[in-house]
Protein backbone atom coordinates (compact mmCIF):
# COMPACT_ATOMS: atom_id res chain seq x y z
CA UNK A 1 0.00 0.00 0.00
CA UNK A 2 1.65 2.77 -1.65
CA UNK A 3 -0.85 5.66 -0.61
CA UNK A 4 -0.73 9.08 -3.05
CA UNK A 5 2.34 8.77 -5.24
CA UNK A 6 3.95 11.85 -7.23
CA UNK A 7 6.21 11.45 -9.88
CA UNK A 8 8.86 13.07 -11.02
CA UNK A 9 10.15 14.44 -7.67
CA UNK A 10 12.62 16.93 -9.20
CA UNK A 11 12.07 19.34 -13.01
CA UNK A 12 14.09 21.99 -14.08
CA UNK A 13 11.71 23.59 -17.19
CA UNK A 14 12.40 26.75 -19.53
CA UNK A 15 10.04 29.18 -19.96
CA UNK A 16 7.30 28.09 -22.24
CA UNK A 17 8.39 24.16 -21.93
CA UNK A 18 5.07 22.35 -21.04
CA UNK A 19 5.43 18.80 -18.64
CA UNK A 20 2.89 17.10 -17.07
CA UNK A 21 2.92 15.93 -13.59
CA UNK A 22 1.78 12.42 -12.45
CA UNK A 23 -0.22 11.72 -9.66
CA UNK A 24 -1.37 8.15 -8.61
CA UNK A 25 -3.20 6.66 -5.36
CA UNK A 26 -3.69 3.23 -4.29
CA UNK A 27 -6.63 3.93 -1.33
CA UNK A 28 -9.58 3.27 -3.63
CA UNK A 29 -10.54 7.29 -2.99
CA UNK A 30 -12.84 8.98 -5.22
CA UNK A 31 -11.34 12.59 -4.64
CA UNK A 32 -7.99 14.14 -5.94
CA UNK A 33 -6.56 17.25 -5.41
CA UNK A 34 -3.34 19.23 -6.84
CA UNK A 35 -1.75 22.12 -4.32
CA UNK A 36 1.58 24.23 -4.60
CA UNK A 37 2.96 25.27 -1.70
CA UNK A 38 5.64 28.80 -2.02
CA UNK A 39 7.50 29.99 1.13
CA UNK A 40 5.16 31.70 3.25
CA UNK A 41 1.74 30.82 1.73
CA UNK A 42 -0.22 28.39 2.70
CA UNK A 43 -1.08 25.29 0.62
CA UNK A 44 -3.63 26.80 -2.02
CA UNK A 45 -5.57 24.60 -4.45
CA UNK A 46 -5.56 24.58 -8.19
CA UNK A 47 -8.20 21.74 -9.08
CA UNK A 48 -9.72 18.67 -7.79
CA UNK A 49 -11.89 16.09 -8.66
CA UNK A 50 -14.41 15.06 -6.92
CA UNK A 51 -14.89 11.65 -8.42
CA UNK A 52 -13.64 10.28 -11.62
CA UNK A 53 -14.91 11.34 -14.37
CA UNK A 54 -15.26 15.60 -13.13
CA UNK A 55 -12.30 17.95 -12.71
CA UNK A 56 -13.35 21.60 -11.09
CA UNK A 57 -10.80 24.68 -10.20
CA UNK A 58 -9.65 25.48 -7.27
CA UNK A 59 -8.12 28.64 -5.89
CA UNK A 60 -5.52 28.93 -8.16
CA UNK A 61 -6.18 27.26 -11.70
CA UNK A 62 -4.51 29.76 -14.42
CA UNK A 63 -2.02 28.59 -16.31
CA UNK A 64 -2.60 24.61 -15.33
CA UNK A 65 -5.12 21.92 -17.02
CA UNK A 66 -5.84 18.10 -15.14
CA UNK A 67 -6.95 15.09 -16.17
CA UNK A 68 -8.82 12.52 -14.13
CA UNK A 69 -7.28 9.78 -16.24
CA UNK A 70 -8.88 7.21 -14.08
CA UNK A 71 -10.01 6.39 -10.41
CA UNK A 72 -6.46 6.48 -9.36
CA UNK A 73 -4.79 8.38 -11.27
CA UNK A 74 -4.76 13.01 -11.65
CA UNK A 75 -2.23 14.03 -13.76
CA UNK A 76 -1.98 17.96 -13.37
CA UNK A 77 0.14 19.77 -16.84
CA UNK A 78 1.79 22.70 -17.93
CA UNK A 79 1.10 24.00 -21.10
CA UNK A 80 3.52 26.91 -21.16
CA UNK A 81 5.44 27.14 -18.02
CA UNK A 82 5.81 30.62 -16.31
CA UNK A 83 8.56 31.73 -13.71
CA UNK A 84 5.28 32.52 -11.66
CA UNK A 85 4.63 28.29 -11.54
CA UNK A 86 8.02 27.95 -9.55
CA UNK A 87 7.20 25.54 -6.62
CA UNK A 88 5.99 22.80 -4.52
CA UNK A 89 2.95 20.45 -5.84
CA UNK A 90 1.30 18.23 -4.06
CA UNK A 91 -0.84 15.94 -4.90
CA UNK A 92 -3.92 14.55 -1.95
CA UNK A 93 -6.97 12.30 -2.03
CA UNK A 94 -9.16 11.76 0.20
CA UNK A 95 -12.31 9.09 0.08
CA UNK A 96 -15.09 12.61 -0.23
CA UNK A 97 -15.10 15.90 -0.51
CA UNK A 98 -16.30 16.42 2.81
CA UNK A 99 -13.88 13.21 4.05
CA UNK A 100 -12.31 14.73 7.48
CA UNK A 101 -8.56 13.57 6.03
CA UNK A 102 -6.79 14.16 3.02
CA UNK A 103 -3.74 12.07 2.12
CA UNK A 104 -0.55 13.82 0.80
CA UNK A 105 1.66 12.60 -1.46
CA UNK A 106 5.42 13.59 -1.29
CA UNK A 107 5.52 16.20 -3.68
CA UNK A 108 6.75 17.81 -7.05
CA UNK A 109 9.67 20.38 -6.74
CA UNK A 110 9.47 22.63 -9.42
CA UNK A 111 11.80 25.33 -11.04
CA UNK A 112 11.16 27.38 -13.95
CA UNK A 113 13.89 29.37 -15.56
CA UNK B 1 -13.51 34.10 2.39
CA UNK B 2 -12.35 31.97 4.99
CA UNK B 3 -8.90 33.21 6.48
CA UNK B 4 -6.56 30.93 8.22
CA UNK B 5 -3.24 32.69 10.23
CA UNK B 6 -0.90 30.67 12.40
CA UNK B 7 1.91 31.97 14.62
CA UNK B 8 4.29 32.29 15.74
CA UNK B 9 5.71 31.33 12.08
CA UNK B 10 9.04 29.73 14.08
CA UNK B 11 9.64 28.40 17.05
CA UNK B 12 12.87 27.00 18.76
CA UNK B 13 12.60 24.72 21.58
CA UNK B 14 14.66 22.97 24.51
CA UNK B 15 13.62 19.27 24.97
CA UNK B 16 11.15 18.68 27.37
CA UNK B 17 10.06 22.10 26.90
CA UNK B 18 6.52 22.34 26.23
CA UNK B 19 4.99 25.62 24.68
CA UNK B 20 1.87 25.73 22.11
CA UNK B 21 1.27 26.69 18.72
CA UNK B 22 -1.64 29.27 17.74
CA UNK B 23 -3.89 29.08 14.60
CA UNK B 24 -6.37 31.76 14.47
CA UNK B 25 -9.28 31.28 11.96
CA UNK B 26 -12.55 32.67 10.02
CA UNK B 27 -14.73 30.86 8.45
CA UNK B 28 -18.86 30.75 7.93
CA UNK B 29 -19.77 27.69 9.45
CA UNK B 30 -16.73 25.39 10.28
CA UNK B 31 -17.27 21.69 9.06
CA UNK B 32 -13.97 21.01 10.85
CA UNK B 33 -10.49 22.23 11.46
CA UNK B 34 -7.57 20.23 10.46
CA UNK B 35 -3.59 19.98 12.26
CA UNK B 36 -1.03 18.57 9.78
CA UNK B 37 2.88 17.71 10.21
CA UNK B 38 5.36 18.16 7.35
CA UNK B 39 8.95 17.47 7.48
CA UNK B 40 11.36 18.79 5.16
CA UNK B 41 10.84 17.21 1.64
CA UNK B 42 8.17 15.23 2.68
CA UNK B 43 4.09 15.91 1.81
CA UNK B 44 2.07 17.18 4.75
CA UNK B 45 0.66 13.94 7.34
CA UNK B 46 -2.54 14.34 9.13
CA UNK B 47 -2.23 14.63 12.69
CA UNK B 48 -6.34 15.44 14.37
CA UNK B 49 -9.77 17.20 12.78
CA UNK B 50 -11.44 18.82 15.12
CA UNK B 51 -15.04 19.85 15.05
CA UNK B 52 -16.72 22.04 17.32
CA UNK B 53 -15.85 24.20 20.17
CA UNK B 54 -14.48 22.32 23.62
CA UNK B 55 -13.35 19.11 21.64
CA UNK B 56 -9.80 18.11 22.28
CA UNK B 57 -7.96 15.11 20.53
CA UNK B 58 -4.64 13.73 21.23
CA UNK B 59 -1.44 11.64 19.96
CA UNK B 60 1.38 11.09 21.95
CA UNK B 61 2.96 14.34 23.23
CA UNK B 62 0.89 16.41 20.79
CA UNK B 63 -3.14 17.44 22.23
CA UNK B 64 -5.19 20.10 19.58
CA UNK B 65 -8.30 22.15 21.50
CA UNK B 66 -10.59 24.19 19.69
CA UNK B 67 -12.52 27.59 20.58
CA UNK B 68 -14.80 29.81 18.33
CA UNK B 69 -11.96 31.07 16.93
CA UNK B 70 -8.98 29.23 17.14
CA UNK B 71 -6.88 26.20 18.10
CA UNK B 72 -4.22 25.84 19.93
CA UNK B 73 -1.38 22.99 19.68
CA UNK B 74 0.24 21.74 23.05
CA UNK B 75 3.20 20.17 22.57
CA UNK B 76 3.94 18.49 25.85
CA UNK B 77 7.66 17.67 26.70
CA UNK B 78 9.39 18.14 23.39
CA UNK B 79 11.47 15.66 21.71
CA UNK B 80 13.92 16.44 18.61
CA UNK B 81 12.07 14.21 16.45
CA UNK B 82 8.91 16.81 17.04
CA UNK B 83 10.74 18.86 14.93
CA UNK B 84 8.22 20.14 11.87
CA UNK B 85 6.30 22.53 9.96
CA UNK B 86 2.94 21.73 11.76
CA UNK B 87 0.15 23.37 8.98
CA UNK B 88 -3.46 24.07 10.20
CA UNK B 89 -6.57 24.22 7.86
CA UNK B 90 -10.39 24.73 8.14
CA UNK B 91 -13.35 23.71 6.12
CA UNK B 92 -16.15 25.44 5.56
CA UNK B 93 -19.66 23.48 5.87
CA UNK B 94 -20.54 24.96 2.45
CA UNK B 95 -17.96 24.56 1.27
CA UNK B 96 -15.04 20.95 0.58
CA UNK B 97 -12.06 23.06 0.27
CA UNK B 98 -9.46 23.00 2.75
CA UNK B 99 -8.12 26.40 4.38
CA UNK B 100 -4.39 26.30 5.13
CA UNK B 101 -2.39 28.51 7.58
CA UNK B 102 1.11 29.10 6.07
CA UNK B 103 2.42 27.06 9.32
CA UNK B 104 4.67 27.31 12.37
CA UNK B 105 8.07 25.47 12.34
CA UNK B 106 9.06 24.20 15.48
CA UNK B 107 12.75 22.99 15.88
CA UNK B 108 13.52 21.33 19.21
CA UNK B 109 17.39 20.98 19.98
CA UNK B 110 18.17 18.57 22.25
Known amino acids: NAGVTQTPKFQVLKTGQSMTLQCAQD?????MYWYRQDPGMGLRLIYY???????DKGEVPNGYNVSRLNKREFSLRLESAAPSQTSVYFC????????????FGPGTRLTVL | EDQVTQSPEALRLQEGESSSLNCSYT??????LFWYRQDPGKGPEFLFTLYSAGEEKEKERLKATLTKKESFLHITAPKPEDSATYLC???????????FGAGTTVTVRA
Open chain 1, 27 to 31: MNHNS
Open chain 1, 49 to 55: SASEGTT
Open chain 2, 89 to 99: AVQASNDYKLS
Open chain 2, 27 to 32: VSGLRG
Open chain 1, 92 to 103: ASSYSLTSDTQY
